[in-house]
């Protein structure tokens, strides 16, 4: 072979080899599915640059948490819980790696702060009033049963009756209570659910691992006993009413604990001039904020669900 054979051939790998090196750091891409920010160098040129910098370095930190392998995903989940992850744990994530997800605890923290305080009330009690509602979607054996007082109206529970099904054979033994109502009927007070938080922290730990279930329960014991059906006590009359019962729910230092309902919804907003505690020069940078109405009165007159509180 000649020596300008021989260095064409060496030029040639080495061109491949550098494509081979360049391509390595995105073989796990940081974003995938997702398309990434420019940091804005010149923060002060529009206050929404500062939002978006903030927001890029943000979203960066939390996916450096990133589970890729099920040891990780369960020491994270005991880390951020408190908890041993629950039965079937191992297959949710073997399923959301095959579904090529971002798994990362925190995205999850919303649905544990739903779901944290109910671990403070008695769980017989709950299944017993879960159980005996007329809007149940019920999972025995396997098995996805709807149970429903008025199979004419709104197909709801139906369409969600079918979602549930999506997901056998993977759940356990279960009863579903459904709303099927566009609005949210349950409103507890502040002081209330203060207290089942307290109690949730005070009563968290892990158990030895020994000691900590694999398998869930079967209802098939709890199905012989016989309960009376669980009157919540639904509040009726006026729709304007709500916002009495919706304060309440609201912490005592919020703007929104002794304002009092709108006696009409006829009348202009009166809509805040002052800088909110959620924006920045404008724009949004608490989205959470933005949507509580315990820090925003004005609200009141805005939601459907101040002056329409049930659709069906």
């Not at 790998?13 to 796990?28: E, K, R, Y």
């Not at 609201?250 to 309902?261: T, Y």
């Amino acid at each position: 072979m000649s020596n300008r054979k021989r260095i064409a051939l060496l030029g040639l790998v080495t061109f491949f080899a550098f494509c081979l090196i360049s391509l390595q750091p995105f073989s796990h891409k940081p974003y995938p599915g997702i398309t990434r920010l420019a940091t804005p160098k010149n923060h002060d040129a529009h206050p929404i640059n500062r939002l978006i910098a903030d927001g890029t370095k943000h979203f960066e930190n939390v996916l450096s948490r990133r589970s890729l392998t099920l040891e990780d995903a369960a020491a994270r989940y005991r880390q951020r819980r408190g908890r041993h992850p629950p039965p079937g744990f191992d297959v949710w994530f073997k399923q959301a790696m095959k579904d090529k997800a971002i798994i990362v605890e925190d995205f999850f923290d919303r649905i544990h702060h739903d779901i944290n305080p109910l671990w403070a009330l008695d769980p017989k009690l709950m299944r017993i009033r879960a159980n005996t509602q007329p809007q149940v979607i019920r999972v025995r054996n396997k098995k996805v049963i709807m149970i429903t007082d008025d199979p004419t109206r709104q197909p709801w529970i139906q369409q969600w009756t079918k979602l549930v099904k999506q997901m056998m054979p993977h759940l356990p033994d279960l009863d579903m209570a459904v709303n099927i109502m566009d609005e949210s009927r349950i409103l507890t007070p502040w002081e209330e659910i203060n207290d089942y938080v307290k109690t949730e922290k005070e009563q968290r730990k892990l158990v030895n691992v020994d000691d900590a279930i694999t398998e869930y329960s079967s209802l098939q014991e709890f199905d012989k006993e016989k309960h009376d059906p669980h009157d919540p006590g639904w509040i009726g009359g006026d729709a304007g009413d709500y916002w009495l019962h919706f304060r309440d729910t609201c912490p005592p230092d919020n703007p929104s604990r002794n304002i009092s309902r709108l006696e009409s919804f006829d009348v202009p907003v009166d809509y805040p001039s002052h800088q909110l505690p959620y924006a920045h020069n404008g724009f949004i940078q608490n989205f959470t904020q933005s949507q509580d109405p315990c820090l925003q009165p004005h609200l009141r007159g805005l939601h459907g669900t101040s002056w329409a509180t049930t659709s069906c």
